[in-house]
């Protein structure tokens, strides 16, 4: 889906406004899509982006999702804590995939400052797995009715409510 895809599915126009001057603001200059494959941003775009844009009581008072894939969270959650603690933002949910644990894994092992982690592990070959660390302030409760854990696809839900 592409930005613009994106942008005209969005019915607030406050939101439109922000995706916009995101958009612009990380795009390259050739003013072509950006490439996933190709076009990285720094933290410090990304913090410098939001600095124009919020105070840091606004900036924290809204409710933001970040995902990582994190390719073993045993191997990197030192460099997840890291990347966290270098943004200007501290995002409410953080989904995480190939977390690489099974079902019999510590997740208390895997603490972040300030966040609850809960998890879905595989219960057969290695891999695979996802997670969710939710800051501690966000009321939540784990739907584990929604979740899917078998060999073809990997979910976890929770409920978040949302305070304005």
């Given at each position: ?13 406050e ?127 784990r739907?584990l ?16 409510e949302?305070?304005?």
């Open positions: 889906m592409s930005f613009n895809d994106i942008f005209s599915q969005c019915p607030n126009s939101v439109q406004s922000n995706l916009k001057s995101l958009h612009e603001h990380i795009s390259p200059a050739n003013g072509h899509e950006p490439n996933s494959d190709q076009y990285y941003h720094s933290s410090d775009d990304f913090n410098s982006f939001l600095k124009t844009k919020f105070n840091k009581t606004e900036l924290n008072s809204q409710f933001t999702c970040f995902h990582f894939n994190c390719r073993s969270l045993p191997q990197n959650v030192d460099a997840l804590n890291l990347f966290l603690s270098s943004l200007a933002l501290q995002s409410c949910i953080i989904g995480v995939t190939e977390t690489w644990l099974n079902e019999n894994c510590s997740l208390d092992l895997y603490n972040i400052n300030n966040y609850a982690l809960i998890g879905n592990g595989r219960k057969t070959k290695r891999g695979g797995g996802v997670g969710m660390y939710i800051r501690k302030d966000t009321n939540y409760e739907r009715d929604l979740d899917i854990c078998n060999n073809s696809c990997e979910s976890i839900f929770s409920e978040i949302i305070c304005h």
